[in-house]
Structure formats: structure tokens, C-alpha cells
């Protein structure tokens, strides 16, 4: 079905079985769902749900206190379901160094999730159903929102950007479900923890699968 759209120092803890908060599923009219409850990680089974994506990819950030502008506040909650047509993918870039979760949806409205990605390198995948890779921290976490004004409007972390921004990733494959869960602290110092999923990569071993 169509659906609506779209760095921290230390490794998070492993999913736990409970949720400290539910949002309702996304549609096309609801890509943003702002939450009060405390930052929590969801796990798979929660509502975010990439098979309601026509890409297979989903995505949900939370940021829990934005002091940027406070016209333009983002704490809470928002989640973005990949459409194809925009180019939402997972996969491997050219040279086959690192793989892509990556959402957009390029018709969000205004305050709402655009684009989210997370990159890592290839040789962090897990393989098997069950396997994890903890505490990457040579990857990136990036979202946008879309925004009249067009300022302050992306969250990201990476190591490698050298501006003081910074991401631990943790990848797991659960049943053909490719999950990826990050906490994450921007360039101005603004926290932020999610995850991002890609459905139907059950064997991901390889650029050549």
C-alpha cells in the first residue's frame, strides 16, 4: 500500500521485551506522531512496521528535548514509512563498502519526517536470524523534517563528519527483518535515539546476494 514517509558515545543496551510507548501505525496522512513518554527504543513487533511500506523500509526517531527554535520544536516522537517512488531503499552503495537503510517521502507536510537513513559498513551485517553487531560507531544516523523555513531542520551523527557529532548503531537481524537501532547526539549537542527496518533481507551476506 502507499504509505506516508519520509548521533551518542556509548553502545545502547540490547532491546528489552517491553515498550514504554505505542503511537499508531502511520498512515499517509500521519507520518509524525509526537509522544511524550520517556526515549525508548521500540523492538520489532511494535508498531513500526516496514511491510506497510511499498520499499520495505520504516523508520522512527526520537528526540527528547530540541532546544533549537523553539518555533520549529521537534521533541516527541515521529516515524516515516519509505515510498519507492522516491527512492526509499536498502542496499549496498556502488563500490560495496557500506549498506543503506534510507526512507523518503518527499511529499510530507510541513513538521514531518521526510528523510531518514543509517548507514553502516558491510562488514558489520549480520548474517544469520538472531545475530547482532553492537556498538558501531564508524557509521551515521540522519533524519530531516520538512520545514517552511528550511533551517535546523536535519538531526544526524557521525564520527567521521569531524563537527562533533556522534552515533553507536546496533544491527540485528530478526526472522528476514533487518533492524538497525542508534542513539545519537547532533553537531549542537541535541540527542536522539531510533530505529530504522528493512523487511525482506533474510541472507544478507554480501553485495553479490
Aim: glycine share 12%; proline share 7%; aromatic share 6%.
Amino acid at each position: 500500500m502507499p504509505a506516508a514517509t519520509a548521533t551518542s558515545e556509548t553502545a545502547p543496551s540490547q532491546p528489552s521485551a517491553s515498550i514504554m510507548f505505542e503511537t499508531p501505525a502511520p498512515t499517509p496522512d500521519a507520518s509524525h506522531v509526537p509522544t511524550s513518554a520517556p526515549m525508548r527504543t521500540p523492538i520489532p513487533g511494535s508498531t513500526l512496521d516496514p511491510s506497510l511500506s511499498d520499499a520495505g523500509v520504516a523508520g522512527r526517531i526520537t528526540i527528547p528535548d530540541d532546544t533549537r527554535d523553539a518555533s520549529n520544536n521537534r521533541t516527541g516522537t515521529s516515524e516515516i514509512l519509505g515510498l519507492a517512488d522516491d527512492g526509499s531503499d536498502c542496499g549496498y552503495s556502488l563500490d560495496g563498502t557500506e549498506f543503506t537503510a534510507v526512507a523518503w517521502y518527499d511529499a510530507a507536510p510541513d513538521g514531518m519526517l521526510h528523510q531518514m537513513a543509517v548507514t553502516i559498513g558491510t562488514d558489520y551485517l549480520p548474517a544469520n536470524d538472531g545475530e547482532q553487531r553492537m556498538g558501531i560507531t564508524n557509521g551515521s544516523v540522519y533524519a530531516d523534517f520538512v520545514s517552511e523555513s528550511g533551517i535546523g531542520t536535519a538531526y544526524g551523527g557521525a564520527l567521521s563528519k569531524g563537527d562533533g557529532s556522534s552515533s553507536s548503531i546496533d544491527a540485528q537481524m530478526t526472522g528476514t527483518t533487518l533492524v538497525f537501532t542508534f542513539t545519537a547526539t547532533t553537531w549542537d549537542g541535541i540527542a536522539f535515539s531510533g530505529q530504522m527496518m528493512c523487511s525482506n533481507m533474510g541472507g544478507v551476506l554480501s553485495p553479490n546476494n
